[in-house]
């Protein structure tokens, strides 16, 4: 079956348009992690991303009436900037449906390349079935983003440039999976025409549809996605990449946010280019392959998929980037309260550099410090958590802690007494213009708020921390209340982060 993909692929007649990337070492990476790693540069497309080689192969394979009736598609950003550009070279008319959670770049990026842009609903689910429903309104030619054996096709040749470049001792390849098609297309190139080729497939943890599809045997739709990684925020696999995949990806690995952001400085100080989240998905991957395998001295490359990201975010990702390398610990430290204890704490630290320190007296015995600290490995932050204990300080590691690395490090410094029945819940909502208000317009005045934070990370979606003056005869309703908001929510009164520094 992957073999009917080779011919395809050879044959797609798109370099008129699409440029054919280097695969660059990268020095810095291959060091430290003891093999050779390699980055296919598809940052440097026109458009910044892979998908112009799907779009403009799609295009290509129209009839004048197909082109006639104008295209749509519904993309996060990339797909649409491929299709608006491929439409551009050919002369036809594109409408783009994009969910509003996408990134500001890439809505002006389309808009640029003389595409009509839709923004609508906030994933790209919601979207496509706006853009279906456009098709049959308007009779237009409808170009899937992933799965459809010409987009596929012109995503293998990216596979296909690279057998070219690395004509030998190739270990495996680290591709990024949203819907499939990048991962699909390479991988019929790949094991038809040099099998010993490990494919490891790379996805965000919380938007893995092919790791979940794999485990069912079948396709299987997500209940929720994270749109971190907003170019693969996909709740179900495509059915043409999947009948690919299942049959080809030798393994599936999942990555977080904070191993992604690692990932983008990694990148950056190897190649002085700044990805997207879903861009340094396979670099991610490679990483954690590396360290969960103990490989060394292997070829091993990663594709370095796309570059659209607003520049905003950054602020964000710079922030999880050394927990992501696993060279920050973020601790709750015991000290006593008196005279002195502060400079004798920082003593014990054996000059290891303090990155955040947050401190403000809580009774006149103890005082609770929330401190951030250089270490080099899980390893060293294990060593330095067990260090400080001997020395009797009591100590609770929050490195892994969500609320204190998005909210408690920037909250640390009050508690208010009269905060009685305080619930502490965090919530996640759509990143766009008035989704805040609509959020507190939801929430109503049931209860009364006693905490509020909420921080814009330039990300896509808008991280929430809310204290809720609850009496304990209203608690058996709260869920259900809660769930009608139609936000993602967990609740965190008992978390050590708010139980130490603002309870």
Known sequence: MPKSYVKRIQEAKIYDLVVKTPVDEAPQLSLRLGNRVLLKREDLQPIFSFKLRGAYNKMLSLSKAELARGVIAASAGNHAQGLAMAANKIGAQATIVMPTTTPQIKVSAVKSLGA????????????????????????????????DPDVIAGQGTIAMEILEQVPENLDAVFIAVGGGGLCAGMAAYIKTIRPSI?????????????????????????????????????AKIGKETFRILKDTVDEVITVSVDEICASIKDTFEDTRSICEPAGALGLAGLKKYVDSTGVKGKTLLAVECGANINFDRLRYISERTEIGEKREAILAVTIPEKPGSFKSFCMSLNKRNITEFNYRMGDSTKAHIFVGLQVSSDNDRFSLVKDLDTKAYPIVDMTDNEIAKLHIRHMVGGRAQEAINEMIFRFEFPERPGALMQFLIKLGDRWNISMFHYRNHGSADGRVLVGLQIPVEDRGEVGSFLNDLDYSWVEETDNPAYQFFLS
């Open 116 to 147: 009509t842009v839709l923004l609508k609903g906030d994933s790209y689910d919601e979207a496509s079935d706006f853009a279906k429903d456009l098709v049959v309104e308007k009779n237009m030619t409808y170009i899937h983003p992933f799965d």
């Open 198 to 234: 490990k494919i490891i497939a790379v996805e965000a943890e919380d938007s893995a549809c092919l790791d979940a599809a794999i485990k069912a045997g079948r396709r299987v739709k997500l209940k929720h996605v994270g749109i971190f990684a907003d170019g693969t925020a996909v």
